[in-house]
């Protein structure tokens, strides 16, 4: 049976062809302290903050298996909000208006699985959401909502009844 060999610091032994204490750090060859290498962090590049941002932020946008559903269902949803805007247009208000709520609510869950990078049900995401999430869900929600209903504005503007 080969020796085992000793650690002269801690005593720890370790088969025959080791060559390093690993508690210690010690070549257990020549008794040399091996320096503790400190692991070196890169400073990130731009490319590689923006990343780290997006997976923080929006780590749905990193998954295609949930951004491309998220980009089909939240088209869907502005698909139904054109078409009660649409209605709303043609004055038949009380269809139209619940219709884009519909498609709102859609493009809505939609934003949830980006911010969320999970296919949550919203209310689920909205007991989950941190401060963060709040803001890009409100302004991913509303700024194109209000920028709808300004469009609107101002197309029933050019073409007054
Ligand atoms: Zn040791």
């Not at 089909?72 to 949803?77: P, V």
């Not at 269809?95 to 919203?122: E, H, K, N, R």
């Not at 995401?125 to 101002?154: D, N, R, Y």
């Amino acid at each position: 049976m080969a020796e085992m060999r000793h650690c002269w610091r801690c005593r720890a032994d370790y088969p025959p062809e080791t060559v390093v204490c690993v508690r210690c750090g010690i070549n257990l060859l020549t008794g040399e302290e091996i320096p503790k290498q400190e692991p070196e962090e890169a400073p990130l590049t731009p490319w590689e903050k923006v990343g780290a941002t997006v997976a923080d932020l929006t780590p749905g946008l990193l998954r295609p298996i949930v951004w491309i559903p998220a980009l089909l269902l939240g088209a869907g949803g502005w698909g139904v909000i054109v078409m009660g805007g649409m209605l709303i247009q043609a004055g038949v208000i009380l269809s139209g208006v619940p219709v884009a709520a519909l498609g709102l609510i859609l493009y809505a869950q939609a934003v949830v699985w980006t911010i969320t990078g999970q296919f949550w049900l919203m209310h689920t995401a909205l007991v989950e959401f941190e401060g963060c999430h709040w803001t890009i869900f409100a302004v991913a929600v509303f700024s194109p909502g209000i920028a709808l209903i300004l469009a609107l504005k101002i197309l029933a503007g050019m073409h007054p009844h």
